[in-house]
Nanobody, 127 residues
Framework: QVQLVESGGGLVQPGGSLRLSCAAS????????MGWFRQAPGKEREFVAAASWVGTTTDYADSVKGRFTISRDNAKNMLYLQMNSLKPEDTAVYYCAASKSGYLTSYHYTTRAYDYWGQGTQVTVSS
């Protein structure tokens, strides 16, 4: 089992940057594929980015491609999401998630691909 705790959210102006972190407990973190999702008020949780267990295979939602970067440090049991050029529509609660499959599956962009979830961190983009 793995426990996930997100941090790094906050209020930022449009065009600004934030770096989200996800701290994972457990010795098996390095074997999990990891993902970031977000959920805005009144909307379903949506895929943002994912990385395989090594981190060499990544995928992004079209809405964040070129602006967000997912990375991981397996030695530190950490997952990151660097968010640049933030827009008001990026406002949401951001969640990290872990998948027992170390590789990105054909459905890695869906919530059902993930076995463990964090509690989320709020990101608000507003002037």
């Amino acid at each position: 089992q793995v426990q996930l705790v997100e941090s790094g959210g906050g209020l930022v102006q449009p065009g600004g940057s934030l770096r989200l972190s996800c701290a994972a407990s457990g010795r098996t973190f390095s074997s999990y594929a990891m993902g970031w999702f977000r959920q805005a008020p009144g909307k379903e949780r949506e895929f943002v980015a994912a990385a395989s267990w090594v981190g060499t295979t990544t995928d992004y939602a079209d809405s964040v491609k070129g602006r967000f970067t997912i990375s991981r440090d397996n030695a530190k049991n950490m997952l990151y999401l660097q968010m640049n050029s933030l827009k008001p529509e990026d406002t949401a609660v951001y969640y990290c998630a872990a998948s027992k499959s170390g590789y990105l599956t054909s459905y890695h962009y869906t919530t059902r691909a993930y076995d463990y979830w964090g509690q989320g961190t709020q990101v608000t983009v507003s002037s």
